[in-house]
C-alpha cells in the first residue's frame, strides 16, 4: 500500500487539527443535551469501538479542506480509557492520521461522557476536554449504527487563549450512504431535541459522494 502524502501538509493539518487549550466553562452541561438513546439501561460504551465516518461536523481544528474522515476506535473497559486515530484526507488526495485518547465516564448513570485530547506515544495532553455522546441510534438488532457527539474545546491558541470558546458538533456513522438532505434534517432534528444549546453554525457535510471523491487518496 502506498500514500499520497505531503510532510509538510501533513504537519500543518497536524498541528491544525489538535491544538486547543482547556475547555470553557459555557459548555452545555451534559444533562442538559443527552437523550434517552444514552441512557445506561440502553447504551453500553463497548458498542462505540469499530469504525466511525464522521459525515457532519463543525470541529474548528479541522481544515475545511480535510474531509473523508475515519475513526477507528477502541475501548478499554476495565482499564478506563479508550482511544483512536483519525484518518482524514486534506486536499482531497493527502491522507493524515492523528491519534487521540481520553477516560470513560466515571458516572454509571452518564456513560456516553467521555473526557479526550490529542494523543503522543501512548499518552494524553494534560488537560482533557469533555466529549460527550449525547445520542446514539441502534439498528433492529440493537447495535450501534450513528453516534452524535458535542465536545468543548475552549479557546484556540495562540497563547494567551483569544477569541470565544469553540465547539465540535459530530455525527459519526457505520456508513457513508448519506445524502446531503437527509444529514441536514438530522441536524435540524438534533438541534430541536437539544433546544438550540449546541453550536452547529459552520457545519461541513461529508456525504457518499464527498466519500467517493477521496477514493483515490489511498492507492493499492
Given at each position: 500500500?502506498?500514500?499520497?502524502?505531503?510532510?509538510?501538509l501533513?504537519?500543518?493539518?497536524?498541528?491544525?487539527?489538535?491544538e486547543?487549550?482547556?475547555?470553557?466553562?459555557?459548555?452545555?452541561d451534559?444533562?442538559d443535551?443527552?437523550?434517552?438513546?444514552?441512557?445506561?439501561t440502553?447504551?453500553?460504551?463497548?458498542?462505540?469501538?469499530g469504525t466511525?465516518?464522521?459525515?457532519?461536523?463543525?470541529?474548528?481544528?479541522?481544515?475545511?479542506?480535510?474531509t473523508?474522515?475515519?475513526?477507528?476506535v477502541?475501548?478499554?473497559?476495565?482499564?478506563?480509557?479508550?482511544?483512536?486515530t483519525?484518518?482524514?484526507?486534506?486536499?482531497?488526495k493527502?491522507?493524515?492520521?492523528?491519534?487521540?485518547?481520553g477516560?470513560?465516564?466515571e458516572?454509571?448513570?452518564s456513560?456516553?461522557?467521555?473526557?479526550?485530547?490529542f494523543?503522543?506515544?501512548?499518552?494524553?495532553m494534560?488537560?482533557?476536554?469533555?466529549?460527550?455522546?449525547?445520542?446514539?441510534?441502534?439498528?433492529e438488532?440493537?447495535?450501534?449504527?450513528?453516534?452524535?457527539?458535542?465536545?468543548?474545546?475552549g479557546?484556540?491558541?495562540?497563547?494567551?487563549p483569544?477569541?470565544?470558546?469553540?465547539?465540535?458538533f459530530?455525527?459519526?456513522?457505520?456508513?457513508?450512504?448519506?445524502?446531503?438532505?437527509?444529514?441536514?434534517?438530522?441536524?435540524a432534528?438534533?438541534?430541536?431535541?437539544t433546544?438550540?444549546?449546541?453550536?452547529?453554525?459552520?457545519?461541513?457535510?461529508?456525504?457518499?459522494?464527498?466519500?467517493?471523491?477521496?477514493?483515490?487518496?489511498?492507492?493499492?
Open positions: 500500500m502506498r500514500f499520497n502524502t505531503s510532510p509538510r501533513r504537519l500543518l493539518c497536524t498541528l491544525c487539527i489538535f486547543a487549550v482547556k475547555a470553557s466553562e459555557s459548555c452545555p451534559y444533562g443535551i443527552r437523550q434517552p438513546s444514552v441512557d445506561p440502553v447504551f453500553n460504551i463497548s458498542d462505540f469501538a466511525w465516518y464522521m459525515v457532519a461536523t463543525t470541529e474548528p481544528t479541522l481544515p475545511a479542506f480535510c473523508c474522515t475515519r475513526n477507528e477502541s475501548v478499554h473497559l476495565p482499564e478506563g480509557w479508550y482511544a483512536y483519525a484518518h482524514t484526507v486534506c486536499e482531497g493527502f491522507p493524515i492520521s492523528v491519534p487521540l485518547k477516560k470513560l465516564s458516572d454509571p448513570r456513560p456516553g461522557l467521555l473526557h479526550e485530547n494523543g503522543l506515544f501512548n499518552h494524553t494534560p488537560s482533557l476536554d469533555p466529549n460527550m455522546i449525547f445520542e446514539a441510534r441502534y439498528d438488532q440493537g447495535r450501534m449504527q450513528l453516534a452524535i457527539t458535542y465536545a468543548c474545546l479557546r484556540m491558541l495562540p497563547l494567551p483569544l477569541g470565544q470558546p469553540k465547539f465540535s459530530n455525527i459519526l456513522s457505520r456508513t457513508t450512504a448519506w445524502t446531503k438532505k437527509e444529514l441536514q434534517d438530522l441536524v432534528n438534533v438541534t430541536s431535541a433546544r438550540g444549546l449546541l453550536d452547529t453554525s459552520k457545519i461541513r457535510f461529508a456525504d457518499q459522494a464527498v466519500y467517493d471523491s477521496c477514493s483515490q487518496a489511498i492507492i493499492v
